[in-house]
């Protein structure tokens, strides 16, 4: 078997407890499979970009790499979250292009690819993650390296005319065809793919998955919706009701239900909507006013961005509205925490929880979706309030889905989720949680490599 090689801006480095889909994922995959790690350190440092650092945990090798506060600002917080990610998430509207944060991003990937290169063997797999990497499997192939290089995309793909609106667009998006098979999290992913290399990419979808750039080389692309490590959540939740953390949310809440959030402070997971959707639940249904108390949990992320710095004040106001407005003296309705917690904490959380809103106005796939399942006693199972425009609406089709933009259907579903009988909890659960036991993150990881290996 050849030796597996991810590449991914975020390392889930040893102990280290960061909020982010694609590192606890990753993290999982590459304990079943072992390999080698690159990525970025998480550090910036005052000389140049580069520095490499090793460290090894049980089969998997980790190799990090310094970045310069420069290239970081360009490439991080300048280009990957400031002109693609809001791209990628249909938000043209707060799309910020500029030449200089594009040539720090290739400068990056370049910095990258001449690191990675000379470690690469003949055999070995190669699979690179995100918006962060695009362009490293053409770096890459421009250093002679012929192994198979796979691509995984763990946001969203936009529609063609939205990836065409990007200055440039052709150059970025024309180097996913130096990779074997390009991996999406959703089969519209794949076609507003394939519709992009159609019509503006200047290739040909040869049949469905089967596409040919404009210099006659053919490559794959398909979904692979990422998932979670089922039993291992459900294990840690069952444990985690014990600690005494959740202990004390649990007591803290009571008599009341507990309606649950988790989200990186993002402009993509629809914050302030859901804020104002619970608010016209407690205004819509006011009979049932004081029945749920709402815990917001939404750790600071790429807090050097100005629409992320922004998007905390507004939530801060809306959140003091909401309470100022809806408040009793025993009572917050809303309690908003911008604190980092650790994993299995959470899913401690998410059992004592008898909602679970994940209302993203877009989102690759969301994780805490399917761990907020996973994670319920399946005796007095939670209910899962899920936006339909998440990946995640794709799998889990018993949730309560919702258009995270319509407050009054947000406030209904919390509603009819706040009352739902125990035995229609217990089917609708039984139904995604038999879909997570049999598409868990080694099904993910294994369909995928399986994949790239057949190319
Ligand atoms: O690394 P950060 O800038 O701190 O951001 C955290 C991660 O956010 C994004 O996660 C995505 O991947 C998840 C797993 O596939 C998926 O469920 C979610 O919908 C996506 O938003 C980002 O794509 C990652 O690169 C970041 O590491
Ligand atoms: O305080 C927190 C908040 C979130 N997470 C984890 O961060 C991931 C978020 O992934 P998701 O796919 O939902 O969204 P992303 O942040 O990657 O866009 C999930 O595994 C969460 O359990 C965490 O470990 N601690």
Redesign the pocket.
């Known amino acids: 078997m050849s030796r597996l090689v991810v590449v991914s801006n975020r390392v889930a480095l040893p102990g280290e ?6 590192a ?1 994922a990753l993290e999982a995959a590459l304990q079943e499979s072992g390999g080698l790690w690159f990525g970025w350190s998480g550090k910036t440092v005052r000389e140049a970009s580069g520095a490499l650092h090793e460290a090894q945990e049980g089969d998997i090798r980790y190799l990090t790499m310094d970045l310069s506060r420069a290239d970081l600002d360009a490439y991080y917080n300048g280009f990957s979250n400031r002109t693609l990610w809001p791209l990628l998430h249909f938000r043209l509207d707060l799309v910020d292009y500029d030449r200089e944060t594009r040539g720090g991003y290739g400068a990056v990937n370049v910095l990258f690819a001449d690191r990675l290169a000379p470690l690469l063997r003949e055999d070995d797999t190669v699979w690179i993650h995100d918006y962060h990497l695009i362009p490293l499997a053409s770096l890459l192939r421009e250093r002679g390296i012929g192994c198979r290089i796979g691509f995984f995309l ?1 946001v969203p793909m936009p529609s063609a005319d939205m990836a065409a609106a990007l200055p440039d667009h052709a150059r970025l998006f024309s180097t996913l065809y130096a990779y074997d098979l390009v991996g999406f999290q959703t089969l519209r992913d794949v076609e507003r793919f394939q519709d992009y290399v159609r019509l503006f990419g200047g290739g040909r979808v040869l049949e469905e998955g089967v596409l040919e750039a404009p210099d006659g080389h053919r490559f794959r692309a398909a979904a692979f919706p990422i998932s979670i490590d089922t039993r291992r959540i459900a294990d840690q939740a069952r444990q985690a009701v014990t600690k005494p953390t959740v202990r004390l949310l649990r007591e803290s809440v009571k008599p009341r239900q507990l309606v649950i959030g ?3 402070l ?1 402009y ?1 997971k629809g914050l302030p909507e859901r804020f104002r959707g619970f608010e016209r639940y407690l205004a819509r249904h006011a009979d049932q006013k004081g029945g749920l108390t709402y815990l917001q ?1 939404a ?1 600071i ?1 790429r807090g050097e961005v100005s629409e992320y710095q922004l998007l905390r004040s507004e939530l801060e106001r809306i959140a003091g509205h909401v309470n100022g407005q809806h408040a009793a003296p025993d009572w917050t309705p809303l309690r908003y925490v911008n ?5 299995t904490t ?1 899913t401690g959380f998410y059992r004592t929880a008898r909602i679970g809103l994940v209302t993203p106005l877009r ?7 399917k ?1 907020f399942v996973a994670a319920q006693d399946p005796e007095d199972p939670g209910v899962l309030v899920l936006s339909q425009l998440a990946g995640a609406a794709y799998e889990m089709r018993e949730a309560l889905l919702v258009n995270p933009y319509d407050l009054d259907g947000v406030a209904d579903a919390i509603a009819t989720a706040a009352h739902m009988p125990r035995q229609q909890r217990i089917e609708r659960w039984r139904a995604m949680m038999d879909y997570l036991r049999e598409n868990d993150i080694d099904a993910w990881r294994r369909r995928y490599l399986a994949a790239l290996r057949a190319t």
């Not at 407890?17 to 694609?22: C, D, P, T, Y």
């Not at 604190?339 to 994993?343: E, I, L, Q």
């Not at 690759?364 to 979706?369: D, I, K, Q, S, W």
């Open positions: 407890n960061r909020a982010g889909g694609l606890v763990h988790v989200d990186r993002d993509s949990i750790p992320s604190r980092n917690f650790a994993h959470l989102d690759g796939m969301n994780l805490v979706a761990e």
